[in-house]
Protein backbone atom coordinates (compact mmCIF):
# COMPACT_ATOMS: atom_id res chain seq x y z
CA UNK A 1 0.00 0.00 0.00
CA UNK A 2 2.77 2.65 -0.91
CA UNK A 3 0.29 4.77 -2.52
CA UNK A 4 -1.71 5.20 0.35
CA UNK A 5 0.28 7.36 2.88
CA UNK A 6 1.80 9.92 0.34
CA UNK A 7 1.61 13.51 1.50
CA UNK A 8 3.56 15.28 -1.63
CA UNK A 9 1.61 18.28 -2.61
CA UNK A 10 0.50 18.40 -6.28
CA UNK A 11 -0.42 21.50 -7.97
CA UNK A 12 -4.00 21.83 -8.16
CA UNK A 13 -5.88 22.04 -12.27
CA UNK A 14 -8.59 23.70 -13.68
CA UNK A 15 -10.48 19.83 -13.29
CA UNK A 16 -9.43 19.36 -9.81
CA UNK A 17 -12.02 18.66 -7.22
CA UNK A 18 -13.87 21.48 -5.25
CA UNK A 19 -12.25 20.96 -1.58
CA UNK A 20 -14.61 19.67 0.72
CA UNK A 21 -15.15 22.13 3.92
CA UNK A 22 -16.43 20.43 7.05
CA UNK A 23 -18.04 22.30 9.98
CA UNK A 24 -17.32 21.96 13.60
CA UNK A 25 -19.69 24.24 16.01
CA UNK A 26 -17.79 22.83 18.82
CA UNK A 27 -14.73 23.96 16.84
CA UNK A 28 -15.52 27.32 16.13
CA UNK A 29 -13.05 30.46 17.75
CA UNK A 30 -15.92 33.70 17.53
CA UNK A 31 -16.56 35.20 20.71
CA UNK A 32 -20.25 33.85 20.38
CA UNK A 33 -19.90 30.80 20.24
CA UNK A 34 -16.86 30.81 22.51
CA UNK A 35 -19.40 31.84 25.22
CA UNK A 36 -21.53 29.22 24.48
CA UNK A 37 -19.03 26.43 24.96
CA UNK A 38 -17.27 28.05 27.99
CA UNK A 39 -20.81 29.23 29.52
CA UNK A 40 -23.49 27.13 28.69
CA UNK A 41 -21.55 23.95 28.65
CA UNK A 42 -19.45 22.23 31.18
CA UNK A 43 -16.89 19.91 29.83
CA UNK A 44 -17.68 16.72 31.93
CA UNK A 45 -16.99 17.92 35.37
CA UNK A 46 -19.72 18.45 37.96
CA UNK A 47 -18.79 21.71 40.51
CA UNK A 48 -21.18 22.19 43.42
CA UNK A 49 -22.19 25.83 43.82
CA UNK A 50 -22.14 26.66 47.20
CA UNK A 51 -25.18 28.97 48.28
CA UNK A 52 -25.15 31.14 50.40
CA UNK A 53 -28.47 31.06 51.80
CA UNK A 54 -28.34 28.46 53.91
CA UNK A 55 -25.89 27.08 55.73
CA UNK A 56 -24.11 24.07 54.35
CA UNK A 57 -26.57 23.36 51.57
CA UNK A 58 -25.58 23.07 47.96
CA UNK A 59 -27.26 22.95 44.38
CA UNK A 60 -26.71 19.97 42.41
CA UNK A 61 -24.20 19.81 39.80
CA UNK A 62 -24.40 21.25 36.58
CA UNK A 63 -24.01 18.01 34.04
CA UNK A 64 -23.01 19.43 30.43
CA UNK A 65 -21.73 17.24 27.73
CA UNK A 66 -18.37 15.73 27.76
CA UNK A 67 -15.06 15.82 25.42
CA UNK A 68 -16.69 12.75 23.98
CA UNK A 69 -18.60 14.70 21.06
CA UNK A 70 -15.02 15.78 20.37
CA UNK A 71 -12.83 12.68 20.17
CA UNK A 72 -15.92 11.27 18.12
CA UNK A 73 -15.65 13.57 15.39
CA UNK A 74 -11.53 13.04 15.25
CA UNK A 75 -12.80 9.62 15.03
CA UNK A 76 -15.08 9.88 11.96
CA UNK A 77 -12.40 12.54 10.55
CA UNK A 78 -9.59 9.67 10.72
CA UNK A 79 -12.20 7.65 9.72
CA UNK A 80 -12.67 9.72 6.13
CA UNK A 81 -9.36 9.90 5.57
CA UNK A 82 -8.27 6.24 6.47
CA UNK A 83 -11.21 5.58 3.65
CA UNK A 84 -10.16 8.38 0.73
CA UNK A 85 -6.90 6.99 1.17
CA UNK A 86 -8.35 3.25 0.87
CA UNK A 87 -10.43 4.28 -1.72
CA UNK A 88 -7.32 5.95 -3.65
CA UNK A 89 -5.00 2.85 -3.38
CA UNK A 90 -8.03 0.58 -4.81
CA UNK A 91 -8.85 3.11 -7.61
CA UNK A 92 -4.75 3.04 -8.50
CA UNK A 93 -4.42 -0.85 -8.15
CA UNK A 94 -7.66 -1.42 -9.95
CA UNK A 95 -7.72 0.96 -13.21
CA UNK A 96 -6.03 -0.25 -16.51
CA UNK A 97 -2.83 0.80 -17.22
CA UNK A 98 -1.68 1.97 -13.99
CA UNK A 99 0.74 0.69 -11.32
CA UNK A 100 1.64 -3.33 -12.23
CA UNK A 101 -0.91 -3.36 -15.01
CA UNK A 102 0.31 -0.35 -16.57
CA UNK A 103 3.93 -1.28 -16.07
CA UNK A 104 3.48 -4.84 -17.91
CA UNK A 105 1.47 -3.82 -20.14
CA UNK A 106 3.64 -0.78 -21.25
CA UNK A 107 6.26 -3.11 -20.99
CA UNK A 108 4.73 -5.93 -23.20
CA UNK A 109 3.86 -3.27 -25.70
CA UNK A 110 7.47 -1.97 -25.48
CA UNK A 111 9.29 -5.49 -25.91
CA UNK A 112 6.52 -6.30 -28.99
CA UNK A 113 7.50 -3.19 -30.33
CA UNK A 114 11.17 -3.61 -30.18
CA UNK A 115 10.63 -7.10 -31.58
CA UNK A 116 8.97 -6.27 -34.71
CA UNK A 117 11.79 -3.55 -35.03
CA UNK A 118 14.45 -6.12 -34.81
CA UNK A 119 12.69 -8.65 -36.95
CA UNK A 120 11.77 -5.89 -39.46
CA UNK A 121 15.52 -4.57 -39.39
CA UNK A 122 16.42 -8.64 -39.94
CA UNK A 123 14.22 -8.99 -43.04
CA UNK A 124 15.79 -5.41 -44.26
CA UNK A 125 19.04 -7.26 -43.79
CA UNK A 126 18.14 -10.76 -46.06
CA UNK A 127 16.26 -8.60 -48.39
CA UNK A 128 19.42 -6.52 -49.35
CA UNK A 129 21.46 -10.07 -49.51
CA UNK A 130 18.76 -11.26 -51.58
CA UNK A 131 18.89 -8.15 -53.45
CA UNK A 132 23.21 -8.40 -53.85
CA UNK A 133 22.34 -12.02 -54.79
CA UNK A 134 19.94 -10.80 -57.52
CA UNK A 135 22.16 -8.47 -58.67
CA UNK A 136 25.40 -11.06 -58.50
CA UNK A 137 23.43 -13.32 -60.26
CA UNK A 138 22.51 -10.69 -62.82
CA UNK A 139 25.64 -9.86 -63.69
CA UNK A 140 27.16 -13.49 -63.65
CA UNK A 141 24.06 -14.63 -66.33
CA UNK A 142 25.41 -11.07 -68.23
CA UNK A 143 28.91 -12.56 -68.54
CA UNK A 144 27.94 -15.60 -69.06
CA UNK A 145 26.38 -14.51 -72.13
CA UNK A 146 29.39 -12.59 -73.01
CA UNK A 147 31.03 -16.11 -72.74
CA UNK A 148 28.95 -17.75 -74.55
CA UNK A 149 28.78 -15.22 -77.26
CA UNK A 150 32.12 -15.25 -77.35
CA UNK A 151 32.97 -18.98 -77.44
CA UNK A 152 30.32 -19.38 -80.22
CA UNK A 153 31.49 -16.86 -82.14
CA UNK A 154 35.12 -18.62 -81.49
CA UNK A 155 33.88 -21.73 -81.79
CA UNK A 156 31.80 -21.29 -84.86
CA UNK A 157 35.74 -20.12 -86.52
CA UNK A 158 37.31 -22.53 -85.50
CA UNK A 159 34.28 -25.29 -86.36
CA UNK A 160 34.55 -23.33 -89.77
CA UNK A 161 38.33 -23.57 -89.99
CA UNK A 162 37.56 -27.15 -89.32
CA UNK A 163 35.64 -27.80 -91.63
CA UNK A 164 38.31 -26.12 -94.16
CA UNK A 165 40.62 -28.19 -93.14
CA UNK A 166 39.21 -31.21 -93.41
CA UNK A 167 37.74 -30.48 -96.78
CA UNK A 168 41.66 -29.23 -97.47
CA UNK A 169 42.76 -33.06 -96.36
CA UNK A 170 39.90 -34.59 -97.95
CA UNK A 171 40.66 -32.93 -101.39
CA UNK A 172 44.76 -33.86 -100.85
CA UNK A 173 43.94 -37.26 -99.63
CA UNK A 174 41.62 -37.81 -102.80
CA UNK A 175 44.30 -36.18 -104.91
CA UNK A 176 46.20 -38.64 -103.22
CA UNK A 177 44.55 -41.57 -103.61
CA UNK A 178 44.22 -40.96 -107.41
CA UNK A 179 48.00 -39.65 -107.94
CA UNK A 180 48.70 -43.33 -106.05
CA UNK A 181 46.03 -45.04 -107.91
CA UNK A 182 47.48 -43.86 -111.47
CA UNK A 183 51.27 -43.84 -110.18
CA UNK A 184 50.28 -48.16 -109.02
CA UNK A 185 48.38 -48.54 -112.56
CA UNK A 186 51.68 -47.18 -114.07
CA UNK A 187 53.73 -48.81 -111.75
CA UNK A 188 51.64 -52.20 -112.66
CA UNK A 189 52.18 -51.18 -116.52
CA UNK A 190 56.24 -50.97 -116.24
CA UNK A 191 56.77 -54.45 -114.53
CA UNK A 192 60.81 -53.99 -114.65
CA UNK A 193 60.27 -50.81 -112.49
CA UNK A 194 58.22 -52.50 -110.03
CA UNK A 195 61.08 -53.45 -107.23
CA UNK A 196 62.06 -49.89 -107.07
CA UNK A 197 62.65 -49.06 -103.56
CA UNK A 198 62.05 -45.68 -103.90
CA UNK A 199 58.43 -46.08 -105.22
CA UNK A 200 57.45 -47.97 -102.61
CA UNK A 201 58.83 -45.64 -99.81
CA UNK A 202 57.06 -42.84 -101.21
CA UNK A 203 53.91 -44.67 -101.38
CA UNK A 204 54.73 -45.36 -97.22
CA UNK A 205 54.79 -41.76 -97.34
CA UNK A 206 52.05 -41.02 -98.26
CA UNK A 207 49.82 -43.19 -96.39
CA UNK A 208 51.58 -41.89 -93.29
CA UNK A 209 50.21 -38.42 -94.37
CA UNK A 210 46.57 -39.54 -94.75
CA UNK A 211 47.15 -41.35 -91.33
CA UNK A 212 47.94 -38.20 -89.83
CA UNK A 213 45.13 -36.23 -91.76
CA UNK A 214 42.93 -38.56 -90.22
CA UNK A 215 43.97 -38.20 -86.71
CA UNK A 216 44.25 -34.51 -87.28
CA UNK A 217 40.46 -35.16 -88.09
CA UNK A 218 39.55 -37.35 -85.06
CA UNK A 219 41.13 -34.62 -82.69
CA UNK A 220 39.44 -31.85 -84.55
CA UNK A 221 35.92 -34.38 -83.70
CA UNK A 222 36.85 -34.54 -80.26
CA UNK A 223 37.44 -31.17 -79.72
CA UNK A 224 34.12 -30.20 -81.58
CA UNK A 225 32.60 -32.36 -79.01
CA UNK A 226 34.67 -30.53 -75.97
CA UNK A 227 33.11 -27.70 -77.21
CA UNK A 228 29.27 -28.90 -77.29
CA UNK A 229 29.48 -30.31 -74.18
CA UNK A 230 30.93 -26.75 -72.59
CA UNK A 231 27.66 -25.24 -74.81
CA UNK A 232 25.32 -27.60 -72.67
CA UNK A 233 26.98 -27.42 -69.50
CA UNK A 234 26.73 -23.10 -69.91
CA UNK A 235 23.08 -23.80 -71.15
CA UNK A 236 22.25 -25.85 -67.76
CA UNK A 237 24.20 -23.07 -65.69
CA UNK A 238 22.00 -20.40 -67.54
CA UNK A 239 19.18 -22.53 -66.37
CA UNK A 240 19.93 -22.76 -63.21
CA UNK A 241 21.09 -18.98 -62.48
CA UNK A 242 17.61 -18.48 -64.21
CA UNK A 243 15.85 -20.97 -61.44
CA UNK A 244 17.56 -18.99 -58.57
CA UNK A 245 16.70 -15.66 -59.88
CA UNK A 246 12.64 -16.73 -59.92
CA UNK A 247 12.94 -18.31 -56.38
CA UNK A 248 15.02 -14.78 -55.04
CA UNK A 249 12.21 -12.57 -56.31
CA UNK A 250 9.55 -14.93 -54.83
CA UNK A 251 11.68 -14.79 -51.71
CA UNK A 252 11.63 -11.16 -52.20
CA UNK A 253 8.13 -10.49 -52.50
CA UNK A 254 7.75 -12.67 -49.63
CA UNK A 255 9.96 -10.68 -47.42
CA UNK A 256 8.35 -7.15 -48.83
CA UNK A 257 4.65 -8.81 -47.89
CA UNK A 258 5.97 -9.16 -44.19
CA UNK A 259 7.71 -6.45 -44.02
CA UNK A 260 4.48 -4.73 -44.68
CA UNK A 261 2.65 -6.42 -42.83
CA UNK A 262 5.36 -5.90 -39.75
CA UNK A 263 4.74 -2.37 -40.13
CA UNK A 264 1.19 -2.42 -40.43
CA UNK A 265 1.45 -4.35 -36.72
CA UNK A 266 3.88 -2.12 -35.46
CA UNK A 267 1.45 1.30 -36.51
CA UNK A 268 -1.27 -0.75 -34.36
CA UNK A 269 0.71 -1.31 -31.60
CA UNK A 270 1.75 2.40 -31.88
CA UNK A 271 -2.03 3.56 -31.75
CA UNK A 272 -2.60 1.25 -29.08
CA UNK A 273 0.34 2.73 -26.67
CA UNK A 274 -0.60 6.31 -27.74
CA UNK A 275 -4.36 5.30 -26.30
CA UNK A 276 -3.24 3.53 -23.17
CA UNK A 277 -0.56 6.28 -22.74
CA UNK A 278 -3.50 9.14 -23.27
CA UNK A 279 -6.01 6.58 -20.48
CA UNK A 280 -2.84 6.43 -18.72
CA UNK A 281 -2.20 10.34 -18.40
CA UNK A 282 -6.36 10.81 -17.89
CA UNK A 283 -5.66 8.53 -14.96
CA UNK A 284 -2.54 10.38 -13.57
CA UNK A 285 -5.38 13.46 -13.46
CA UNK A 286 -7.69 11.88 -11.47
CA UNK A 287 -5.32 10.23 -9.41
CA UNK A 288 -4.04 13.81 -8.70
CA UNK A 289 -7.65 15.24 -7.82
CA UNK A 290 -8.10 12.79 -5.25
CA UNK A 291 -5.07 13.64 -3.53
CA UNK A 292 -5.24 17.18 -4.05
CA UNK A 293 -9.01 16.76 -2.61
CA UNK A 294 -7.14 14.09 0.19
CA UNK A 295 -4.92 17.23 0.76
CA UNK A 296 -7.59 19.49 1.35
CA UNK A 297 -9.23 16.97 3.74
CA UNK A 298 -6.12 16.75 5.57
CA UNK A 299 -5.36 20.96 5.63
CA UNK A 300 -9.00 21.35 7.31
CA UNK A 301 -8.82 17.98 9.60
CA UNK A 302 -5.64 19.98 10.97
CA UNK A 303 -7.01 22.75 10.82
CA UNK A 304 -9.89 21.72 13.20
CA UNK A 305 -7.35 19.33 15.45
CA UNK A 306 -5.13 22.73 15.95
CA UNK A 307 -8.44 24.34 16.91
CA UNK A 308 -9.53 21.60 19.13
CA UNK A 309 -6.27 22.06 20.77
CA UNK A 310 -6.94 25.83 21.21
CA UNK A 311 -10.67 25.16 23.02
CA UNK A 312 -9.13 22.16 25.56
CA UNK A 313 -6.62 25.02 27.00
CA UNK A 314 -8.99 27.27 27.00
CA UNK A 315 -11.10 24.68 29.04
CA UNK A 316 -8.25 23.85 31.16
CA UNK A 317 -7.75 27.46 31.88
CA UNK A 318 -11.56 28.07 32.87
CA UNK A 319 -11.32 24.82 34.33
CA UNK A 320 -8.92 26.20 36.72
CA UNK A 321 -9.96 29.00 37.33
CA UNK A 322 -13.37 27.59 38.30
CA UNK A 323 -11.05 25.31 40.86
CA UNK A 324 -9.62 28.42 42.05
CA UNK A 325 -13.02 29.77 42.57
CA UNK A 326 -14.50 26.88 44.11
CA UNK A 327 -11.25 27.02 46.58
CA UNK A 328 -12.29 30.46 47.51
CA UNK A 329 -16.09 30.07 48.12
CA UNK A 330 -15.20 26.84 50.18
CA UNK A 331 -12.56 29.02 52.14
CA UNK A 332 -15.20 31.63 52.38
CA UNK A 333 -18.16 29.22 53.85
CA UNK A 334 -15.51 28.27 56.67
CA UNK A 335 -14.91 31.37 57.67
CA UNK A 336 -18.78 32.47 57.42
CA UNK A 337 -19.37 29.50 59.52
CA UNK A 338 -16.62 30.42 61.79
CA UNK A 339 -17.95 34.07 62.36
CA UNK A 340 -21.40 32.91 62.75
CA UNK A 341 -19.68 30.09 65.31
CA UNK A 342 -18.36 33.51 67.19
CA UNK A 343 -21.40 35.83 66.38
CA UNK A 344 -23.56 32.48 68.38
CA UNK A 345 -20.86 32.60 71.48
CA UNK A 346 -21.09 36.57 71.74
CA UNK A 347 -24.83 36.16 71.72
CA UNK A 348 -25.10 33.68 74.62
CA UNK A 349 -22.36 35.59 76.25
CA UNK A 350 -24.14 38.88 76.16
CA UNK A 351 -27.34 36.73 76.64
CA UNK A 352 -25.93 35.40 80.07
CA UNK A 353 -24.63 39.09 80.91
CA UNK A 354 -27.81 40.39 80.83
CA UNK A 355 -29.28 37.58 82.67
CA UNK A 356 -26.76 38.25 84.99
CA UNK A 357 -27.28 42.11 85.50
CA UNK A 358 -31.42 41.55 85.56
CA UNK A 359 -30.64 39.15 88.62
CA UNK A 360 -28.19 41.79 90.18
CA UNK A 361 -30.94 44.43 90.05
CA UNK A 362 -32.99 42.29 91.71
Known amino acids: MSGIFRTHSLNSTSHSTPQKRYSFGAFCTSPSTLKDVTMEHSYGVGFPCVSLQGHGTTSPPVQGRSVREFEEQMASLRKENFNLKLRLYFLEESVPGYHQANAEGHDSLMKQLIE????????????????????????????????????????QAFIEELKQKIQFLEMERDLDKTQQSGFMNDLLGHSEISENVNTLQKIRELEGMVTQSESKIMAMQTQNNKFEELLAKRDETIKEYEEKVKELAFQNAELLEMMENKEKDMANIELNLKSLRLCNADLKEDNSNLIEALKSTQDNFHKEFSNMKVCEKRMREQQDALSQMQSTISLKTANTARLLERIQDYEKMVTKMNFERNLAKR
Open 116 to 155: TKVEIEILRKELEQKQELLKEAAQAMNHMEDIQKETESKG
